[in-house]
């Protein structure tokens, strides 16, 4: 069966082996929910697919025309082979529901390091910000190096960011860029982390002058959601 949740996904499960991230275009603050609304009977009709789709969840984009979609897979082959036999029904009937939704593209990713949420730390977000990170084709195999810079940067930073849960760094399997995908306990919270002195979340520091200066990074895009829907076995 398919079940329908409020909980937020666990980007640190060990059975991941890939991420899948996607963007559709629907237009409306209502075509965004009716899109959901459209997603979860399509999904929730059926049964769930297959063992190796850890977990499907959807996200309304803050600018009330996007919609993002997360699914976790045991692997691409487990994805490749949902494709070939359950994908197209799907995404039938929501268009059938919902006629012309713009697809922009899908990704597929690996989590490479997060900045885990600390032990005993119980929030829910409230604030999803996914961030892509491009970089020169030459710098492709430095991105890993640039993850482990900004993680000790935020380690190292002296003015600590509270608001701030967890920052879960996915490596796109093209070579062009980082994902990042942080978890913020309230938009508010995330606002007031940048409207602080500086050039962003980072402190003046020599780790975070590193990070905005490697070699081969092109620059970033930042995009906020809410979660609002989770489909589970």
């Given at each position: 069966?398919?079940?329908?949740?409020?909980?937020?996904?666990?980007?640190?499960?060990?059975?991941?082996?890939?991420?899948?991230?996607?963007?559709?275009?629907?237009?409306?603050?209502?075509?965004?929910?009716?899109?959901?609304?459209?997603?979860?009977?399509?999904?929730?009709?059926?049964?769930?697919?297959?063992?190796d789709l850890l977990g499907y969840h959807v996200y309304a984009g803050h600018d009330t025309a996007t919609l993002m979609h997360y699914s976790q897979w045991?692997?691409?082959?487990?994805?490749?082979?949902?494709?070939?036999?359950?994908?197209?029904?799907?995404?039938?009937?929501?268009?059938?529901?919902?006629?012309?939704?713009?697809?922009?593209?899908?990704?597929?990713?690996?989590?490479?390091?997060?900045?885990?949420?600390?032990?005993?730390?119980?929030?829910?977000?409230?604030?999803?910000?996914?961030?892509?990170?491009?970089?020169?084709?030459?710098?492709?195999?430095?991105?890993?190096?640039?993850?482990?810079?900004?993680?000790?940067?935020?380690?190292?930073?002296?003015?600590?960011?509270?608001?701030?849960?967890?920052?879960?760094?996915?490596?796109?399997?093209?070579?062009?860029?980082?994902?990042?995908?942080?978890?913020w306990e309230s938009a508010e919270a995330y606002d007031r982390t940048f409207a602080a002195p500086g050039e962003g979340i980072g402190s003046p520091t020599?780790?975070?002058?590193?990070?905005?200066?490697?070699?081969?990074?092109?620059?970033?895009?930042?995009?906020?959601?809410?979660?609002?829907?989770?489909?589970?076995?």
């Amino acid at each position: 069966m398919t079940r329908r949740t409020e909980t937020h996904p666990d980007l640190t499960d060990p059975r991941v082996g890939t991420s899948l991230f996607s963007h559709w275009r629907v237009g409306t603050p209502l075509r965004q929910r009716q899109t959901v609304e459209a997603i979860a009977d399509t999904w929730r009709r059926r049964p769930w697919p297959t063992g190796d789709l850890l977990g499907y969840h959807v996200y309304a984009g803050h600018d009330t025309a996007t919609l993002m979609h997360y699914s976790q897979w045991t692997s691409a082959q487990a994805y490749e082979a949902f494709v070939k036999t359950h994908r197209q029904e799907r995404v039938d009937e929501i268009d059938t529901a919902v006629p012309d939704i713009e697809r922009l593209g899908l990704g597929r990713y690996r989590r490479y390091r997060s900045r885990e949420r600390v032990a005993g730390d119980s929030r829910v977000p409230g604030l999803v910000v996914a961030v892509r990170i491009d970089f020169a084709p030459e710098a492709a195999d430095r991105r890993t190096d640039w993850v482990d810079t900004v993680l000790l940067a935020l380690a190292d930073d002296p003015v600590g960011h509270p608001g701030l849960i967890s920052a879960n760094f996915h490596l796109s399997d093209d070579g062009t860029h980082v994902l990042n995908y942080a978890e913020w306990e309230s938009a508010e919270a995330y606002d007031r982390t940048f409207a602080a002195p500086g050039e962003g979340i980072g402190s003046p520091t020599e780790l975070w002058e590193r990070v905005r200066t490697y070699p081969g990074f092109k620059g970033s895009t930042i995009d906020r959601y809410d979660h609002v829907l989770g489909l589970v076995p």
